[in-house]
């Protein structure tokens, strides 16, 4: 993550694919967008054009991989980097048991090792930024100092730029979900972290909810991460140029958003692309409005077509309920 980045959405499985990064990247130009987790054994045995391919629009984009096997990352990564991804990112975060029985994720926050020989390896192939996304700990890992640790063993490594996530993951008695609200947030060991590890990129992610938010801990950190209030509140992107890069241009409305995302799906559907599999991502563009209902209800129908869109443009924007 380069030192200009000061705000990303976080990658989320099976949410973050292409048509939603498309979707963001027309209300945000400078937001920087990931991927969901790729396992580096998919991208190295199955179908690369399906699990990379993206819209140039979408740079800077992030590629998110999974895995602990040196020599598999170092393969990915390389494959990353020619499919032109702007930095390739390890997770070391997500608690799920599939993630666990494949010996990566959270877990690997238990052998800082592991993740430093990753990091070795994918440094001697690439020449894109490389990063880290962890948690503050997994487990009885209950003080800074293996934080720290972790940290500093990564880091020696090659790896300058840090995501945390500010709660612990618990790998055994919390599903995923519940580990994204359940432990506790600790936005103060992360800002610690930068303190302590000044030269190094931090940035933070974890129960951040809005722009003032976001602001907020740049005052501590160098970059913070939206994660599901970005995905159900979407046009909260439409402000991040303006607030938090500076940027003149004026901010887009929601209809205009809706027009282009229109020209999109309408270019996808001609390469069978499912309608429903990219509109399930704008169902929170009217969120808050009074007509948000009126706006999920058209999407949520057994039949969701284009024309529908154009009719809403024409009528329901329009009116409230």
């Known amino acids: 993550m380069n030192s200009q ?3 990303s959405v976080a990658p989320m499985m099976d949410w973050t694919d292409r048509h939603c990064r498309y979707f963001y990247r027309l209300m945000s130009k400078d937001a ?52 032109g991804y702007d930095e390739i990112n390890i997770n070391v975060g997500c608690p799920s048991d599939r993630v666990q029985s494949g010996s990566f994720g959270a877990c690997l ?3 800082p090792d592991t993740v430093a020989q990753c990091i070795e390896s994918m440094g001697e192939v690439v020449d894109i930024p490389l990063s880290v996304k962890s948690r503050i700990g997994v487990d009885d890992m209950e003080n800074y100092e293996e934080l720290t640790n972790f940290i500093d ?35 103060d060991w992360v800002y610690q972290l930068k303190r302590d590890f000044s030269e190094l990129t931090i940035g933070i992610n974890g129960g951040i909810m809005s722009l003032a938010e976001v602001s907020g801990h740049l005052e501590f950190v160098d ?3 939206l994660g599901r ?22 901010v887009i409305t929601r ?22 599999s990219m509109t399930r991502h704008i169902l929170g563009l009217y969120h808050a409005q009074p007509n948000a209902k009126k706006f999920k209800r058209l999407l949520s129908g057994k039949v969701v ?10 009528q329901g924007s329009k009116h409230v309920e």
């Not at 945390?164 to 600790?186: D, I, Q």
């Open 305 to 314: 077509e284009i024309g529908h869109l154009y009719e809403w443009l024409e």
């Open 223 to 225: 970059n913070a991460m």
């Open 109 to 111: 926050m238990q052998t």
């Open 229 to 250: 209030a970005a995905y159900h509140q979407p046009y909260l992107l439409a402000g991040v140029d303006q607030t938090l890069y500076q940027k003149k241009h004026s």
């Open 32 to 83: 920087q967008l990931w991927t969901e987790m790729v396992t580096a054994k998919a991208i190295i045995h199955g179908d690369k054009n399906r699990l990379l391919d993206y819209d140039a629009q979408e740079h800077p984009l992030v590629l998110q991989l999974g895995g602990s096997d040196p020599k598999e990352m170092a393969i990915a990564a390389k494959v990353g980097q020619d499919w």
């Open 153 to 187: 063993i990564v880091s020696k490594a090659g790896c300058q730029n840090f995501v945390v996530h500010a709660r612990k993951a618990w790998l055994k008695g919390l599903s995923p979900k519940e580990n994204r609200t359940v432990p506790p947030l600790n936005y």
């Open 5 to 7: 980045v000061k705000f």
């Open 255 to 276: 209809e205009e958003v809706l027009l282009d995302f229109i020209e999109y799906m309408k270019i996808q559907q001609a390469n069978s692309v499912p309608v429903r």
